[in-house]
């Protein structure tokens, strides 16, 4: 050995009176065969310093424990800690030097690359939560140290995400809590949170309020049912969407009662209320006391009642307007009830064919069928949920029927050669769930008619209703509601796409200027007459080839707005045009104007956003507006009729004068309140979609 190694030697050789760290450093320190390595051990450990005795404590613990793993990652940990003692306080330098350890314990290079990083992302981390970081990554490493040390490095960008100190710590203790059963789990639920605390700001002030509600769920979830909370975590974000703070409320804590039934149960409620709420939000409760019952009876029960809801839901609230698929709903929520307090199972299969069986069967029909199957002669479990279930013969001749009016099914094949003859084409017929207040516009080819009319409590004048009804149905085909590429519609079409072209528009703002110049920017000279003429001819746009009334109604801004007008205008025409065709069904036509006119509200007692439409159902389909209608709204009154008069009077009006028609009352809604029209003609724009893609 040189004199120079010698000399190095005895400048570090370890005095009697170190402490019994310092001596096992220096034990460390000889061991290792390279001068250069103990060289800069020797020089990194002389910084150390300059540091708080119990840093330094720390560092040289901690350096010499990864030291017995890797001399290499010990050396990094040692350059890296003066630095990093800056951020972290004593016990988070171990704990991040002991994650550095166990890193190097499955490959060196993993650890010598997380320390050279260092922690410097971390000062953006409150101090609260840092310490609950560590404790999460440490739980991680046991089972994944990939898992940990993504934890790790994304802790930063979380506290980008979640300013406030106090949520970002209670973030971190539910992972912690998630962590004692999985680190997956735990690792999914931070995973999540950047996205859901996205759709909580859409909250905006109360978006504070719904976080805590949502960590408070998530603490529950963690408690009692481990990595079931990622998964509801993760949910949240779909559940939550387009709900009112309210509702988004309301959802947690009724997912929260659950838990009592297991975290799986609550997961299933959690994601099918979120859909129940958006649907139709005042069944929610009756469907949440609905599941209560249902519960007695186990959680196979209770989990495949909840799976079943958002299709049942769904399937009420597309077939017919919100009221109405509200009263539905709740009655089969309440009716299933009964049956659920006896037998879950066939509570289920009553509440699963209630959807298939609506569309056949009136309400009070299927309350009926649903009551008769308690009777006391279904004793059996087997036999009471085949009859639930519509399985068995028997069961479906008590849905059809039973209760007052006429049902579809006895009267079909005849309605059916009754539009054959006014028609002279084959059509099907499908049913409805209910009687709708105005004739559904149907694609031409099958005709809609309600399972069950019960409207005058006596059969004669509910089969009259139902030949109107036909007869309006029949009236589309005959009337050309679906008449494609004649003259007329393509007049509507460039008359409408006129109107509503936006170069139009501008050209309408600079009216003003016309004669002098085209476009200020360029100086252009104005055209001539016969050039303006010849430029109009080439962008003058034409209705698409085997095009209907559909690619009209899509020229209007709103469109939802345009089809619900639209609707009612033409259901006005094919009256009209049914009274000159057939002077024999003028008789059931004023027994249905009649009723209709009998059972229309009083204007005052609307919302302001429905009166606009209120008055052209009244005017196009009832006869003319009621007293008290022109009493209130005089103005509107002249006008709509106006119009109804110019364009739907005549026996010759085709489905372009309804367009036509439509477009002049368009204008009239939009003069008169448009953000009001807007919001009320929003309810119809899903419904026009689907028209459009039949």
Not at 187 to 208: C, E, N, Q, V, Y
Not at 351 to 371: G, K, N, P, Y
Not at 428 to 445: C, F, K, S, T, Y
Not at 455 to 476: I, N, P
Request: glycine residues 6%; proline residues 3%.
């Amino acid at each position: 050995m040189s004199e120079n190694e010698n000399k190095f030697d005895a400048d570090e050789s370890v005095s009697e009176d170190l402490t019994p760290l310092e001596g096992e450093f220096e034990e460390r320190l000889r061991s290792v065969k390279s001068i250069t390595e103990r060289r800069t051990i020797a020089g990194l450990a002389r910084e150390l310093g300059s540091l708080p005795v119990d840093a330094a404590r720390a560092v040289l613990e901690t350096s010499a424990s990864i030291a017995g793993v890797s001399l290499r990652a010990s050396i990094e940990f040692l350059r890296a800690a003066p630095k990093v003692s800056r951020v972290l306080e004593e016990g988070e330098l171990r704990a991040w030097g002991e994650m550095g350890r166990r890193l190097a314990m499955g490959d060196v290079e993993t650890a010598v690359s997380f320390f050279s990083v260092g922690v410097e992302d971390l000062r953006g981390v409150p101090q609260e939560a840092r310490p609950l970081i560590f404790q999460v990554c440490s739980r991680q490493m046991t089972l994944s140290s990939a898992v940990a040390l993504e934890t790790f490095k994304s802790a930063p960008l979380l506290a980008t995400h979640i300013k406030d100190a106090d949520s970002l710590r209670l973030i971190f203790e539910v992972a912690a809590e998630i962590s004692k059963r999985s680190a997956k789990h735990s690792a999914d639920f931070l995973k999540a949170t950047p996205r859901l605390m996205r759709l909580i700001r859409d909250f905006g002030a109360d978006s504070t309020l719904v976080f805590r509600a949502a960590a408070l769920l998530a603490s529950a979830f963690a408690g009692r049912a481990g990595g079931i909370a990622a998964d509801a975590w993760t949910a949240l974000p779909v559940a939550l969407a387009n709900q009112t703070i309210e509702d988004a409320l309301k959802l947690m804590n009724r997912a929260n009662d659950f838990l009592e039934r297991g975290g799986g149960a609550a997961l299933h409620v959690l994601v099918a209320g979120g859909e129940v709420l958006r649907l139709l939000p005042e069944a929610f409760d009756a469907w949440i006391d609905l599941l209560w019952t249902v519960a007695e009876h186990g959680n196979s029960n209770l989990i495949a009642f909840v799976r079943s809801s958002p299709s049942f839901f769904q399937s009420i609230a597309s077939e017919t307007e919100r009221a109405r698929a509200t009263e539905l709903c709740q009655r089969v929520i309440n009716v299933t009830r009964e049956v659920a307090c006896l037998d879950g199972e066939a509570a289920l299969a009553c509440f699963r064919s209630s959807a298939q069986a609506l569309r056949t069967v009136s309400i009070e029909q299927f309350e009926q069928w649903a009551r008769e199957g308690l009777s006391a002669e279904r004793k059996d479990q087997r036999a009471r949920r085949s009859y639930y279930a519509l399985e068995t013969r028997g069961s479906n001749d008590v849905l059809h029927t039973g209760g007052a009016g006429v049902a579809l099914e006895k009267i079909q094949h005849l309605l059916c050669l009754y539009i054959e003859a006014l028609t002279g084409s084959a059509v099907e017929i499908a049913p409805l769930a209910a009687v709708p207040h105005e004739a559904r516009i149907n694609d031409g080819r099958t005709i809609h008619l309600p399972s069950h009319v019960a409207e005058f409590d006596d059969e004669q004048l509910d089969f009259r209703l139902y030949k109107v009804l036909a007869a309006h149905a029949a009236g589309q085909i005959e009337f050309g509601t679906h008449e494609r590429d004649s003259s007329s519609l393509r007049a509507a079409y460039t008359s409408i796409a006129e109107l509503y072209a936006e170069d139009n528009a501008d050209a309408r703002d600079a009216f003003a200027l016309d004669g002098y110049i085209n476009e200020i920017e360029k100086g252009e000279r104005a055209l001539s007459p016969e050039e303006e003429a010849k430029l109009a001819q080439q962008t003058r746009r034409t209705l698409p080839p085997d095009s209907d009334y559909r690619a009209i109604l899509a020229l209007f801004p709103q469109r939802g707005l345009a089809h619900k007008i639209f609707g009612t205008l033409e259901n006005g025409r094919i009256d009209r045009r049914l009274r000159h065709a057939y002077r024999g069904l003028a008789r059931d036509l004023d027994l249905t104007r009649d009723h209709l006119r009998a059972n229309r509200p009083h204007i005052i007692d609307l919302p302001v956003t429905l009166v606009p439409f209120e008055l052209l159902f009244q005017i196009a389909l009832c006869g003319g507006a009621l007293d008290d209608a022109r009493q209130f709204y005089g103005q509107i009154v002249s006008e709509l009729e106006t119009i109804v008069a110019d364009y739907l009077t005549s026996a010759r009006m085709t489905v372009a004068d309804t367009l036509m028609a439509t477009s002049r009352v368009y204008s009239l809604f939009q003069s008169i309140s448009p953000d009001q029209s807007q919001q009320q003609a929003q309810t119809t724009e899903e419904d026009a979609e689907t028209d459009e893609g039949n």
